[in-house]
């Protein structure tokens, strides 16, 4: 079985800028792990490259935000008229899944682990449809290592390592996705699972934490980082202005 995994580029982002900030589709990668390992995989991340309608696959997943979804639809439609069957995913899909649904055989909402399994059983069943979500968030605890090696052109990224470490928020902030996208509880990964997946990273390049506040739980935020200095890591991430 092929699959092929696509982040589609807003129609208003014109790929040859080389002057903006370019993120490795990292949620991809995610799926990817997730994936058996009898399964070919492609990542195609529009932002660095043309999709290949021509290249025969058997199932489709997209991710997209907002900002893409037009583009995303298109790709989706062009999929389906092929006779693919297209999976759709990502935050925008998951805020508004009967929209998507017009456009794909299925839609998963939320966070993937607890049900990417499901969704590819029924897959091989012929018996994919509808929404798709998790009864729960995943604990966080003994997550396989994203799929990275699977990005092509890292060298147009302007980072191409990438860790994720928490997920959630208690804040639930009206403007803010990550609430309802990931949950209103902190829930981290094991610090010791994190520093194993670290020192499989180059040293000599920057990473990238894919968390949305990595010092929430300012005792958990100093564990990790006083467990990264031996690692001498170049590292970037985010965190709420409480950590002043």
């Known amino acids: 079985m092929h699959l092929m995994l696509i982040m589609p580029c807003a129609k208003r982002i014109s790929t040859k800028n080389s002057a903006r900030v370019r993120?490795?589709?990292?949620?991809?990668?995610?799926?990817a792990s997730l994936t058996p390992a009898d399964w070919e995989?492609?990542?195609?991340?529009?932002?660095?490259?043309?999709?290949?309608?021509?290249?025969?696959?058997?199932?489709v997943g997209i991710s997209s935000f907002t900002s893409g979804i037009e583009r995303a639809y298109e790709i989706a439609d062009i999929y389906q008229r092929k006779g693919v069957p297209v999976i759709m995913g990502g935050f925008h899909p998951s805020a508004m899944p009967f929209e998507a649904l017009q456009h794909c055989n299925a839609v998963v909402?939320?966070?993937?682990?607890?049900?990417?399994?499901?969704?590819?059983?029924?897959?091989?069943?012929?018996?994919?449809?509808?929404?798709?979500?998790?009864?729960?968030?995943?604990?966080?605890?003994?997550?396989p290592y994203p799929r990275l090696d699977l990005l092509?052109?890292?060298?147009?990224?302007?980072?191409?390592?990438y860790i994720q470490t928490t997920r959630g928020c208690p804040y639930n902030c009206e403007f803010c996705s990550t609430s309802p996208h990931w949950g209103t509880k902190y829930r981290c990964r094991p610090v010791d699972e994190v520093i194993e997946e670290l020192n499989r990273f180059d040293r000599k390049k920057v990473v990238f934490f894919m968390d949305d506040d990595i010092a929430a739980v300012p005792s958990r935020a100093k564990e990790l980082f006083q467990k990264m200095i031996p690692l001498k890591l170049k590292w970037i991430s985010q965190c709420?202005?409480?950590?002043?």
Do not use: C
């Not at 969704?119 to 509808?130: A, E, S």
């Not at 092509?152 to 390592?161: A, D, F, G, L, T």
């Not at 709420?240 to 002043?244: K, L, Q, S």
């Open 41 to 59: 995989i492609t990542i195609v991340d529009e932002l660095v490259e043309e999709i290949d309608f021509s290249v025969q696959v058997d199932l």
């Open 240 to 244: 709420g202005v409480g950590i002043v």
């Open 23 to 31: 993120m490795a589709p990292f949620g991809l990668t995610v799926i």
């Open 109 to 143: 909402v939320g966070e993937s682990e607890n049900i990417w399994g499901k969704v590819l059983d029924d897959f091989q069943q012929n018996k994919l449809h509808g929404i798709y979500k998790a009864e729960e968030f995943h604990d966080m605890k003994g997550l």
């Open 152 to 161: 092509k052109h890292k060298e147009r990224y302007s980072v191409s390592q």
